[in-house]
C-alpha cells in the first residue's frame, strides 16, 4: 500500500503569536513566512486581520510575499466583517482560503453565546455561504470539538458542508482529550464525512494543556485526518499547540506505522525554529523533543560507548535529518572569506552583493577575533542581525559610543547616538549600570518608553560566549521587542534597547505609510 500524504498547516503566525511576548513585527513576519516557505508547509495561517490594522497588513504582505507557492490562509470568526477583512487581507495569494471558527460544546454555546444549537449552528452555516461568495475554499473550524456533544457536533459539520466548507478542522481548543478518545473521535467523522462528500478534508488543531498534543495528532492521523495545524516549537495558547517538528518526524522515524508522510523538508527544521526563537526572544527547552539543544546530546558513558559502536545503537534519527550538521562548524578568525560563505550559504542565506559581504565578513572578523571559536549558531545571528538592519537608517538611531561606570553608589552612563548625521550625546546616573545605560538613551531619543521584561542569556557555547539580550518595551499601549547580541553584555544591553526603541519608530512609520495608502 502506497503511503499517504499529510497536509501540514502552520499557524505560528496566528495561535502562536498570541502567546504574551511573541507579537512580531511585519518585517519579523515575513522574514518567517519565507523560511516556513523554505521548510516546505502546504499552508499558512497567517494571522487574524480583524484583530487590528497591524496583523490586517502584515497578513497582506505575506500574502503578497509568500502566497505564490503556499496557500495562505487567516482566521475569522463567523461575522461578516471578520470575514471580509481575511478575504481583503489574502485575496492576492495564488491559493487563499477563508478560515472561519465558531464553537460546538454546550458550555460555548451557553456561557458563550447564550444561543440555541440551531440559533449557533445557522450562525455557522450563514458565514460559510457568505465566505464562499468570496472565495472557493472555506475551512470552518467547530471551536472546543473534544468537549462537544457528537450528535450536534456531527449536524455542525454536516451543515457547514452542505453550506459549502471544503476543509473541516476539529480542534481540542482546551487540549482536554487524550489519544484513543481523540482518534476514536475523528475516526467515526471520517467515517459519515466520507459518505457525506469525499472531497472535504479532514484537519485537527491540537492544544497540549496535559502534554498530548502531538500524541492526540498522531491518533487522528492514524484515524483518517488528512491534515494537521501545528506550530514550531509547539508555540502557542497557554501550554502551546502541537508541534510541527514532533509529528513531522514522528511521521518520518515511524513510516512504518503510520504509513503517511508529509512534504516538510526536514533538514530545514532547526534553522526554522533557531530562527523563531531569535525572533520572539522565547526559548526552547533544552530537552524538548527535536528542537531542544539537548535532543541529540548523549551525555553517559555508556551510550556514548554504544553510539561509537554504531550510531543505531542509541540514535533512531540523525541530527543531519534535522539540519543538525550544521551546528557543529567551528570557524576562527583565520577561516576566511571562503569558509565564511559557505557557513552563510549552508544556513539558507544569499549575500550575492559583495560590499554587502566584505561588510558581513568584517563583522565576524571581530566576533572572531573576541571569540576565538565562533560557531553556525553566531553566525546565523551575525547574519539575522545584520540583514534585518533596516533600509530606513536616517530615521533610526544608532549607537557611536558609550562608557559605563559602576559602583555601589552612583553607577553611571554616557551614551553617544547617531542619526542620520545627527549626533546626540549624554549622561545619566541609574539604579545599576543597566538603568543608568537606559535611562540617558531614552532622554537623548525623547520617545515615552517603558521597560517591561529584559533578559539576557548566552547563546553559544565555549568560554567566550556571546551574551543575547531580549527585552520589551512598551510604548502608547503597545509593546514592542529589541534584541542584540555582543560578546559584551553591556553593549549587547545598550543596542537591544535602542533596537526596540527603533521598532517603535519603524511602527509608527509603518502606521504613517498605511494611512497614505489608505
Ligand atoms: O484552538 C482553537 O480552537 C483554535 C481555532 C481557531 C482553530 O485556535
Ligand atoms: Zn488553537
Redesign the pocket.
Known sequence: MTNRNVLVLD?TLR?GEQVPGAKLNTLQKIEFAQQLKRLHVDMIEAGFPASSQGDFHAVQQIAKKVGDQISITA?ARAVKSDIDAVYESIKLAQNPFI?I?LGTSNIHLEKKFARSEDAVMQMGVDAVKYAKTLLPEVQY?T??ASRSDYEYLWRTIEAVVKAGATII?V?D?VGYAVPEEFGDLIRRINERLKNLDDKVILSV?C?NDLGMATANTLSAIKNGAQKV?CTINGLG?RAGNTSLEEVVMGLKVRENFYGCTTRIQTKEILQTSRLLTHLTGLDVQVNKAITGDNAFAHSSGIHQDGLLKDKNVYEIMSPEEVGGEKMELILTARSGRHAFKNAVERMGFSVTNTEEFELLFEKFITLADAKKEVYDHDVFYLVTEHLNKPQSRGHLYELASFQVVTNDQYPTASVELKKGSDVLRGSSIGDGPIDALYSVIKTLTDLDVQLTHYKINSISRGKEAVGRVHLQISCDGKTYTGRAMDTDIIKASAIAYINGINAVILDQMELAENLVEQ
Do not use: A, I, K, Y
Open positions: 499557524t495561535d482566521l478560515h471558527v473550524s471551536e472546543d478542522n480542534p481548543t488543531h492544544h495545524e495558547e
